[in-house]
């Protein structure tokens, strides 16, 4: 008869372990840094501006650092302002990669490119896709929501003539089965539900090492 008493003894102290290890978790979840996806989900928030007038005029800017006007924008620059908040400075990644690699680098007739150009390299969408897929990750293009995850970029082929690009955060749609989007597609740097509402062609994931 003893037994039971001393059975259940157990399992209410096993039960107790269990809850100890959860806060535990709990704890050290909430105190450690965060990642490196997470701090590029918070600048993509960061740069949130409505305001923003698109402008893809191609522009004179200095090199490395440089910027187009703050009050300006187009949506690779919302993908460079945000690494810039992590002091990667795109322009200099692209541009040093593509000084030794342009062959691997899309040159379009429209563009007439014959060499590097430091003030839109990183400012096209076609340039930033060879970039990431070569110094970063490519994964793969679905139709699931959960396979695009807090800090990845996506780029989109709008009206199947349109390159558009953006970056995932952490915050979810309000069904949650997105993750929103910080880009700018005309309406200024905005967080948006529009992962799927133009063609994915691309999904990468990029941190400096």
């Keep these: 008869m003893r037994v039971f008493p001393l059975l259940l003894l157990c399992l209410l102290f096993s039960n107790c372990i269990e809850k100890e290890k959860s806060k ?8 450690s840094p965060p990642s490196f996806e997470r701090k590029l989900s918070d600048a993509a928030l ?8 698109y402008d893809p005029s191609y522009i004179s800017i200095q090199y490395p650092n440089g910027d187009v006007p703050a009050t300006t924008g187009v949506c690779t620059d919302v993908v460079i302002r945000t690494y810039r908040k992590l002091k990667i400075d795109l322009q200099k990644e692209v541009h ?8 691997l680098y899309p040159n379009f007739e429209k563009w007439g490119m014959t060499k590097t150009d ?3 390299d990183h400012r096209r969408v076609p340039n930033l896709e060879v ?5 970063g990750q490519k994964l793969p293009v679905s139709t ?9 970029i996506v780029t989109w082929m709008i009206n ?15 069904d949650g089965q997105r993750n929103l989007i910080v880009h700018n597609v005309g309406g200024g740097q905005v967080l948006e539900d529009c992962l799927f509402d133009y ?9 400096k090492e």
């Design 46 to 53: 960061s740069i949130l501006n409505p305001s923003i007038r």
């Design 144 to 152: 699931l929501g959960n396979d695009y995850k807090t800090g990845e």
């Design 118 to 120: 430091t003030n839109i």
């Design 96 to 103: 040093e990669d593509m000084l030794s690699n342009f062959a």
């Design 199 to 207: 063609k994915i062609v691309g999904h990468y994931k990029y941190k």
């Design 131 to 135: 970039f990431f897929e070569r110094k």
């Design 24 to 31: 535990i978790a709990v704890l050290s979840t909430q105190n």
């Design 160 to 174: 199947d003539k349109l390159p558009h690009i953006g970056i995932i955060t952490h915050k979810k749609s309000a």
